[in-house]
């Protein structure tokens, strides 16, 4: 009888552990912003969650559910110290985050913050020259979350107000250049409902392919910009044969093709160039605006779907405005990338770091994980044993990759009058041959002298 009895005892302890331990996070309230009007997919979901227990909330587990994850970032005007750890393990074949909670307590509320790129593709996939690009975007109808929600609804902003279909799950309304999906109740966990939504998108479409940007320091007070661009229109493909006749008769600024972009520049570039494989382009146009500099390239001919250019863009800034020393130690505040055009996506890019002659002690920091490089020795003028080289790269970059990194070093300012003292001892080794040159004698006749 006592057997039986602690038996059950255990079993109910049992339980009510199991019971406590399988408590569930749920989502209290979903609301998400799904920016489409634009190449890129832009999207704010705010999240209220609780524990059904009453535990306190220390991890949060967040699943991007978008493929081709360009940026991510976490909000929370509530916290400070909370921090967003990306995952190793796949869950579903998704990516995710943990959110971490420097202060745990039943119920949360926070934002995140995602840029997805190449997933709004052209449909069709080909066009004649004046037909509009219409766009197509598949996802999910529902934000794709390990919990279950309570309550969500998704705000649907698209590029134009001519929308051809969309997923047409009540409630639902369209006005405009919008669609307000919901409010939904009761979302199951991993809900893979889809979202389809077929428009007008006429935004540039604009892809760089490989992008070489070299950043070339000098302790006399330059530093020289130079970035090598490989650009591509990866909008619907032109069909058929191009008409500059039609296209300047045409004239319309809605065009999906690609007549000019504006990039920007420090206010203090100067010896601004652009060129291409021909030489020169001119046609350009630089204006100062505030604290940067505007540049509206223009290449020699517009950009179709499918078309490629490339081109190199360079400039000098101060160096005082990005470089600080203490003594020896110096320290280098640049950005990794400029801006080139608005969302703009970067397949692939690499950075070069061209250090002055006799940097050690070299250390490197950025504000996202990057992929280094082994580094190199350069030889230009008047180097002897070589400039070392920090070279990186990144994949998949848009506009929010846009932050500084720092660049440490020791330099001995000793090693300034290097240059000099070689300008100057080669004029000197160039003066001596002059003088010993003039007083040879190289006559092969001798000249003899009468009494």
């Not at 020289?224 to 008409?243: P, V």
């Not at 499918?306 to 360079?314: D, E, F, M, Q």
């Not at 405005?321 to 003594?327: I, K, L, R, S, T």
Request: hydrophobic share 35%; net charge neutral.
């Amino acid at each position: 009888m006592f057997k039986i009895l602690y038996l059950f005892f255990f079993a109910l302890q049992c339980l009510l552990c199991t019971s406590s331990t399988n408590a569930e996070i749920i989502n209290t309230n979903v609301e998400r912003l799904l920016d489409l009007s634009s190449q890129l997919v832009k999207t704010t979901i705010k999240i209220s969650a609780e524990e059904t227990t009453g535990k306190p909330i220390t991890e949060y587990v967040f699943l991007v559910g978008e493929p081709n994850l360009s940026f991510i970032s976490l909000k929370d005007d509530t916290e400070k110290n909370i921090q967003l750890r990306k995952n190793k393990e796949l869950i579903n074949g998704e990516q995710s985050y943990t959110i971490i909670f420097a202060k745990g307590s039943p119920k949360k509320s926070f934002a995140i913050e995602t840029v997805s790129s190449k997933n709004i593709r052209p449909h069709p996939e080909e066009i004649e020259q004046n037909d509009k690009q219409l766009v197509r975007y598949n996802g999910r109808l529902y934000v794709y979350s390990k919990y279950k929600t309570v309550v969500q609804k998704t705000n649907v902003k698209l590029s134009s107000a001519n929308i051809l279909s969309h997923t047409q799950v009540k409630p639902y309304t369209v006005g405009s250049n919008k669609i307000n999906l919901g409010p939904y109740e009761d979302v199951e966990a991993l809900s893979e409902q889809e979202l389809v939504i077929h428009y007008e998108n006429q935004t540039p479409f604009l892809t760089v392919n490989a992008l070489e940007r070299t950043i070339e320091l000098s302790h006399w007070g330059n530093i020289a910009i130079k970035e090598e661009i490989q650009l591509t229109h990866a909008g619907a493909k032109l069909k058929g044969s191009f008409s500059r006749y039609d296209f300047q008769k045409e004239g319309r600024s809605d065009h999906s093709a690609v007549k000019s972009y504006k990039t920007y520049l420090p206010a203090s570039a100067s010896g601004v160039y652009y060129r291409d494989t021909n030489g020169n382009i001119s046609t350009s146009n630089m204006n100062l605006v505030r604290d940067f500099i505007e540049l509206e390239l223009r290449p020699r001919f517009p950009l179709f779907g499918g078309w490629k250019t490339k081109y190199t863009l360079g400039y000098n800034v101060p160096s005082y405005e990005y470089m600080y020393n203490d003594g020896n130690k110096y320290q280098l505040k640049m950005h990794l990338i400029d801006h080139i055009y608005d969302n703009m996506v970067i397949d692939e890019a690499v950075i070069k770091i061209i250090l002055p002659e006799g940097c050690t002690n070299v250390q490197f920091s950025t504000p996202y994980q990057i992929s280094r490089r082994p580094n190199q020795l350069v030889h230009t003028y008047l180097d002897t044993i070589g400039r070392p080289v920090v070279t990186f790269s990144k994949s998949n970059l848009v506009e929010s990759h846009i932050s500084d990194f720092t660049l440490n070093y020791s330099f001995e300012k000793v090693s300034l009058l290097q240059e000099p003292l070689l300008v100057s001892g080669f004029i000197y080794v160039i003066f001596l041959f002059t003088i010993v040159l003039l007083r040879l004698d190289f006559s092969i006749t001798s000249h003899s002298h009468k009494e």
